[in-house]
């Protein structure tokens, strides 16, 4: 066997082993060309011709084999772990690319006269950068003009690939935004890309994001922004190489002479003008009900109905207020749509079922799914159910699930790909996650409606209030085809934003609010429902690099966001991490803790306060939670008021310190603090052992929220944080009176300095 797929898997950062590289050659520069063999290969050649020149014939070198080319780290990737160690059956050769507009045609045989014919013919024309007419670059707004010389596209005689030009920056000047980023609030001096990814953790240490956009502001001079209008790949150089130039490199697919291949949105103004133009072009946030801003609690290990009554039972016991239960581990992880256990005749037509269609078995994991609901809405709680967007296929399916992939594939609602006869198969999902599911078309209304459809029940006759709309990142590769025609390399960025639109409508079209929990996005995003920063590790690093994620979430528009507090993965946090998270996570928008599957073993891995407590020895962290959690309850209706502001008026309810100080230069020196609504400054502790901590105040009069005094803006202020539950905050003077009672410490109940 010899494989060769010339766009290999799609992975955006990684090229696989069986792949040609790049996938568009570009004149005079090393080309690569791979394939994958079955282990009795010892030899492999490639048959090379450029246009009518003879054939020439060249020897590939073994090389280790790369599977997906990811490295990984643990938990549920573990089997990609493995995959990627196998180092037999990769072979490849480089060269140099031909000319421009040449032909070049390959094929690969493997050495010996008795091991079978040789592969197909492969062909791809060259391409080369050239200098473009001023059309090619469709311009809307003048706050910047394009650098003189600097607009370029990537032509193969035929089909214009890619597009670049230049946009100057300017002394001063900060760059910021680009959809939920981890490692820095300004981006100057670095480079960074702009598609979907599913980085399982460290994400700010790999500068690949769950959530990016095309858009950023540029902040500290006259002041403007941009949108590339593309849903394709797009590459920012934000001063890396030429330090006064912000150069954009973007795929596009345009017919050599057609004057306009990518269109350039230029937002004149301070940084709510520019989000405000975004947002009216792209799509605006929508308010969500008040019991959103409540605590939410989840544990990839509350898999029964027994658990999780338990967990919120404790919740109560500890007079520790929860609004919100997401379960997770609900469903058979096959359809993602049957609670575990039940009992059900298949219906074959992959058709929407009803609860009546489903007995639960007493001693079962779910007995009684409805009546939990209910009695958790009895106690204010709302419940939300995970979701995965894939069908799988891995196991072999049975039961609802076999019926449902063969209805998915009759009724024509999967992604498909290009197979490399030209014809059209379904999609199997290339990632490390679920690999080999197929994957339902959402961006398609007929396709997104067969799939919501069957969830139905679960919102009307369950009961549930909303859905975590988790994995929106399984869609790789160009070579996959939308229902609409539309290639991956078109859809596939827009694929996330269309999951958590289609269950926002599910939801309201059953009379509730369209709250999802989303972590995969991009531009449009914030029209949809909250987020979450995705998997992360109970680390320090991990801490700052989500409050990073939050605030540049915010600056695109995404109103409700949160984070896993503390982390969700690995060994559990300290008592002091996880009560300075607890207390930062007050004053974000979502304030949720969740914990990863652990596989049922001892001791737990929940970050539930009380686990922590007994898992640390530290049992002061229980009342420290929960006097945090009660100052959340007071907060709420400010929070509230704030998220109504936020989407009226486009000011991000937790935005960077940027957007109320743009021409203060001093705000960039304190990237980790914000403003939470008009009124409340947050600075949170984001390091161990601390016992004080360097605040920047802005122009104006504050007061120091825990204390009372009152303090001048335009500098740097010392605050004690000696308590671990302190967390600085401060109030804008003309706001304290209203806002003095949320802060004012509650007494003790009886019991709780026990």
Known sequence: MIRHRPSGSGHPYSDDTEQRSPVQPVAGEPLRLGVRTSGDIDAVTVELRVDDADAVILPLARVARSSRGQAVDGGHLASAQARTARAAGGWQVELQAPPAGSVLRYRFAAAGTDRGGPTRWFATRVAAWRDADAAALAVEGTAVDVVPGTLQVLDDGERIHRLRFALPLVPGEHVTGFGERYDALDHRGTRLDAVVFEQYKSQGAHRRTYLPMPFAHVVGGVGWGLHVRTSRRVWFDIGEQVSDRLVIEAEVDAASGDSAALSLALYAGDPTAVLDAFLAETGRPRVLPDWVFGLWASGNEWNTQAEVERQMALHREHDIPVRNVVIEAWSDEKSFTIFRDAQYAVREDGGPMRLADFTFAADGAWPDPKGMVDALHAHDVRVHLWQIPLLKLRPHPTGQAAADARAALAEGVVIRESAPDGTLRPYRNRGWWFPLALMPDLTDERAAAWWTEKRRYLVEEVGVDGFKTDGGEHAWGEDLVYLDGSSGAVANNRFPVAYAAAYGRLLESAGKAPVTFSRAGFTGSPAHGAYWAGDENSTWEAFRWSMFAGLSAASCGIVYWGWDIAGFSGPIPDAELYVRAMAASV????????????????????????????????????????????????????????????????????????????????????????????????????????????????????????????????????????????????????????????????????????
């Open 587 to 754: 004053f974000v928008p979502i304030m949720q803790y969740h914990s990863e599957f652990n596989h049922h073993r001892l001791p737990s891995n929940d970050r539930t306060p009380w686990n922590i407590a007994q898992r640390t020895g530290d049992e002061e962290v229980i009342p420290e939670v929960r006097s945090l959690v009660r100052l959340r309850e007071r907060l709420v209706p400010y929070l509230a008021e704030a998220a109504a502001r936020a989407v009226a008026s486009s000011v991000p309810m937790m935005r960077p310190l940027y957007f109320d100080h743009p021409t203060d230069a001093a705000v960039w020196r304190h990237p980790l603090q914000w403003m939470l609504g008009s009124d409340i400054l947050v600075a949170p502790v984001l390091e161990p052992g601390a016992r004080e901590w360097s605040v920047y105040l802005p122009s104006g009069s504050w007061i120091e929220a825990r204390t009372g005094t009152a303090l001048g803006g335009g500098r740097v202020v010392a605050v004690d944080v000696s308590a671990r539950a302190a967390v600085p905050v401060f109030v804008r003077a003309e706001a304290w009176a209203a806002l003095a009672p949320v802060f004012t410490p509650e007494q003790p109940r009886r019991g709780d300095e026990d």
